[in-house]
């Protein structure tokens, strides 16, 4: 099993940056899939960026291709999601979550998740 915290939310301005952190402990980090997902109020969950086990595949929504960037450093068990140019409309809780199945496994395939980090953007 491997658990998952994340960190690194807060309030910015509208084109501002953040970068969140995602802290794995449990069974080996490097051996997992990474992703990093987003709820808004009253939405459902969303991809936003998703990272193989080495780190040498990416792949990113649409809506934050350009503005964001996940990597992971397997040495720290750390996932990181750089967020820039930030809008309003990135305002969401944001997760990290790890599946064994590869980097474009849909979201129900992911097997454990953090307890979410609170982003808010203002306009």
């Known amino acids: 099993q491997v658990q998952l915290v994340e960190s690194g939310g807060g309030l910015v301005q509208a084109g501002g940056s953040l970068r969140l952190s995602c802290a794995a402990s449990?069974?080996?980090?490097?051996?997992?899939?990474m992703g990093w997902f987003r709820q808004a109020p009253g939405k459902e969950r969303e991809f936003v960026a998703a990272?193989?086990?080495?780190?040498?595949?990416?792949y990113y929504a649409d809506s934050v291709k350009g503005r964001c960037t996940i990597s992971r450093d397997n040495a720290k068990n750390t996932l990181y999601l750089q967020m820039n140019s930030l809008k309003p409309e990135d305002t969401a809780v944001y997760y990290c979550?790890?599946?064994?199945?590869?980097?474009?496994?849909?979201?129900?395939?992911?097997?454990?998740w953090g307890q979410g980090t609170q982003v808010t953007v203002s306009s």
């Open positions: 990272i193989s086990r080495s780190g040498g595949m990416t």
């Open positions: 979550a790890a599946n064994g199945l590869g980097p474009r496994a849909p979201l129900e395939n992911y097997d454990y």
């Open positions: 449990g069974r080996t980090f490097s051996r997992y899939d």
